[in-house]
């Protein structure tokens, strides 16, 4: 069951990074204009203009992103679990820290997915909608806080004898 769920996360991780890159190949395939806002501020609205080309400098973070987790998945014997370590819980801490990174890398890829939208919006629209924006990345990083918190505690409870 876990090795089912591990590949359905991974197709969820895969289908967001396909996203980040489509979201900015289908705005550039529309026209953009020379310029388009490239950072938004706390409020939401554009505070940093650059090239169109930048459009796709966050699918380039995805990337990196997305692979960099792959890889550091596979090796959670260097992880450190914050809880002691030991013959009887190790396999159940190492479960934990790899759904929490294939967790992690789904949700930090459609976060990005989604802030992609907004920009490829406002470089279409020349304005952004600062709430939207501003939400995404609020529930987006709570989201993401949250999934660390709730494995924090899933791993001190794993690290207890069985029994």
């Given amino acids: 069951m876990a090795k089912a769920v591990g590949r359905v996360r991974e197709g969820i991780a895969a289908l967001g990074l396909a ?17 388009i806002p490239t950072h938004f501020g706390l409020s939401g609205q554009a505070d940093g203009w650059g ?3 930048q459009i796709f400098l966050m699918p380039v973070v ?21 809880v002691a370590v030991t013959a009887e819980n190790r396999a159940r801490l190492q479960q934990k820290a790899c759904d929490l990174v294939g967790w992690l890398k789904v949700e930090s890829v459609w976060l990005l997915a989604v802030l992609m939208e907004f920009q490829a919006q406002s ?16 529930v987006g ?10 494995f924090q505690v899933a791993m001190a409870r794993a690290a207890k004898p069985l029994g």
């Fill in 19 to 35: 996203a980040v890159w489509a979201i900015p190949a289908a705005a550039r395939l529309k026209g953009l204009p020379e310029r």
């Fill in 141 to 150: 990083g709570g989201v993401i806080l949250g999934t660390i918190l709730w």
């Fill in 123 to 138: 470089a279409e629209r020349g304005a952004a909608d600062s709430r939207a924006i501003a939400a995404a990345a609020v």
């Fill in 62 to 82: 995805a990337l990196g992103l997305y692979l960099l987790l792959t890889v550091v998945v596979r090796n959670p014997e260097s992880f450190h679990y914050g």
């Fill in 51 to 53: 090239s169109a080309n």
